[in-house]
T-cell receptor, first 118, second 115 residues
Framework: DTEVTQTPKHLVMGMTNKKSLKCEQHMGHRAMYWYKQKAKKPPELMFVYSYEKLSINESVPSRFSPECPNSSLLNLHLHALQPEDSALYLC?????????????????FGPGTRLTVL | SQQGEEDPQALSIQEGENATMNCSYKTSINNLQWYRQNSGRGLVHLILIRSNEREKHSGRLRVTLDTSKKSSSLLITASRAADTASYFCAHPHGNSGAGSYQLTFGKGTKLSVIP
C-alpha cells in the first residue's frame, strides 16, 4: 500500500464550527506532515510529526491543532477558522526526513482536503 | 521559509515537443526533488537527484543539477496532454537539526500541453 488517504475531500464550515481533517498511511513512514496550499502557490509547511511527536510548528495559529494518535494517523483539528484559511490542506508522509543523507527522502502526498470557510 | 525560484512560471507547448523547466535555490543542499501536481490534487514525487549527481533519468524525464550555480532543470521529452500539470522543485531546508524536516518548495511552473 503506497497511498496516503485524506478525508474529507471537501469541507465547508462556518467560522464557529469545529471540524477535523484526517490523514492515514500504511507505508510504515514515521514522518508525517501537514501543508497548506493557496491557489497558484506552492505548499506551505504547517506541522511535522516525527515518531508521533510534534517536531515542527511553523508558527501556525492555535485555531489549527494537530494530533498524531498513532504512527499511521494524523489529524488536524479546526476551530474558529477565518475565511482566509480557505485552502487545500495536504497531508504527506516520508520514510526519512527531507534532509537525510541516506535516501528515501521523497514525500508521499494525499489528494488533499479542499476547505472553504464561510 | 525560503522559496526557490522556478522559470518559466507558465509554459504552453504542443504535444510531442519537449518541455524544460528550471529551478534555482539559495542554500547548500544534499538533494533536490521534483514533484508534479495536477489541478487541485496532491503532489506526486517524480525524481530525486543528490548533490553528488549531475544528471538523472527516469523514463521521459531528465533532471540536471548544477550545485555551483545552485540550479536544476527538469526536461520532459515527447510531451503528452497528460503531462499538463504544475511542476515544483523542492529541497530540504537543511541537512541537520530542524531544517532536515522541512521540504522547501519552489514557486512552480504551470505546464500546458496542447493536443
Amino acid at each position: 500500500d503506497t497511498e496516503v488517504t485524506q478525508t474529507p475531500k471537501h469541507l465547508v464550515m462556518g467560522m464557529t464550527n469545529k471540524k477535523s481533517l484526517k490523514c492515514e498511511q500504511h507505508m510504515g513512514h514515521r514522518a508525517m506532515y501537514w501543508y497548506k496550499q493557496k491557489a497558484k502557490k506552492p505548499p506551505e509547511l504547517m506541522f511535522v510529526y516525527s515518531y508521533e511527536k510534534l517536531s515542527i510548528n511553523e508558527s501556525v495559529p492555535s485555531r489549527f491543532s494537530p494530533e498524531c494518535p498513532n504512527s499511521s494517523l494524523l489529524n488536524l483539528h479546526l476551530h474558529a477558522l477565518q475565511p482566509e484559511d480557505s485552502a487545500l490542506y495536504l497531508c504527506a508522509s516520508s520514510l526519512r526526513l527531507a534532509g537525510a543523507v541516506s535516501g528515501d527522502n521523497e514525500q508521499f502526498f494525499g489528494p488533499g482536503t479542499r476547505l472553504t470557510v464561510l | 521559509s525560503q522559496q526557490g525560484e522556478e522559470d518559466p512560471q507558465a509554459l504552453s507547448i504542443q504535444e510531442g515537443e519537449n518541455a524544460t523547466m528550471n529551478c534555482s535555490y539559495k542554500t547548500s543542499i544534499n538533494n533536490l526533488q521534483w514533484y508534479r501536481q495536477n489541478s487541485g490534487r496532491g503532489l506526486v514525487h517524480l525524481i530525486l537527484i543528490r548533490s553528488n549527481e549531475r544528471e538523472k533519468h527516469s523514463g521521459r524525464l531528465r533532471v540536471t543539477l548544477d550545485t555551483s550555480k545552485k540550479s536544476s532543470s527538469l526536461l520532459i521529452t515527447a510531451s503528452r496532454a497528460a503531462d499538463t500539470a504544475s511542476y515544483f522543485c523542492a529541497h530540504p531546508h537543511g541537512n541537520s537539526g530542524a531544517g532536515s524536516y522541512q521540504l522547501t518548495f519552489g514557486k512552480g511552473t504551470k505546464l500546458s500541453v496542447i493536443p
